[in-house]
Every structure is written in structure tokens, then in C-alpha cells.
């Protein structure tokens, strides 16, 4: 999955490990309606599980190693797993750039 051309990268998580995860992120969540999530893997692996629905049967598991990433689309439940103690990840968020999420987000950097 790619996203959209028109899309652009408006705000990225903190570098995750086990020690500062927000519980969230183990658990089934969704990236917001209108929003990408990108999870890049820096170091170790993680698993990605795709869920047809919330609390639905999982759709899509894969592993995500070191230095690759993964898209979640707009309103997806889902949620990550650490596959070793070391795994640092980080999620980017896309919006379209014509976006309130983007001009909203991209006006409080410039305050």
C-alpha cells in the first residue's frame, strides 16, 4: 500500500521501545478518518495485525524488520507487537495537503 501524491507528512511519534510504548499502540486502535499512519522500524522487529473490523478476525500479520515500514489507511483497526526486548519504531502521519489536519497541524509548529 502507498499513500496518495497529495498526501503530505504532518507530525511523527517519539522513537517507541518497550519501556515507553503508550498501551494504545498493543492494543486494537485506528489511524483517524483522512490519515496515514506509517510505522517505520528502526531497530528489531515488529509484528503488524490488520483487523477486519474492531474486535474482528485479523485480516493481515506481517513482520516489519529493521529499516522497512509499513501504511496503515485512514479508520484501520489495528495494532503492533515487539518481536524482540530491542525494537524502536516510530509512526509518520499523512493527511491529504489541503487537509484541516494538516493546516491545523502545521500552523502550531509555526507558533
Known amino acids: ?10 507530525k511523527t511519534t517519539p522513537l517507541f521501545t518497550k519501556n515507553n510504548i503508550p498501551k494504545l499502540f498493543l492494543f486494537e486502535h485506528n489511524t483517524k478518518a483522512g490519515v496515514f499512519g506509517k510505522i517505520c522500524v528502526s531497530f528489531g ?3 503488524f495485525y490488520g483487523f477486519s473490523e474492531r474486535r474482528g ?5 506481517f513482520v516489519i524488520l529493521a529499516g522497512e515500514h509499513a501504511i496503515s489507511p485512514p479508520e484501520y ?3 503492533v507487537e515487539f518481536l524482540t526486548d530491542d525494537t524502536e519504531f516510530k509512526v509518520e502521519f499523512y493527511a491529504h495537503k489541503d487537509s484541516d489536519t494538516v493546516k491545523q ?5 509555526n507558533e
Do not use: A, Q
Open 105 to 109: 497541524n502545521l500552523s502550531e509548529r
Open 77 to 79: 483497526w489495528h495494532k
Open 57 to 61: 478476525s485479523i485480516e493481515k500479520e
Open 45 to 47: 522487529r515488529l509484528t
Open 1 to 10: 500500500m502507498n499513500i496518495p501524491d497529495d498526501f503530505v507528512h504532518y
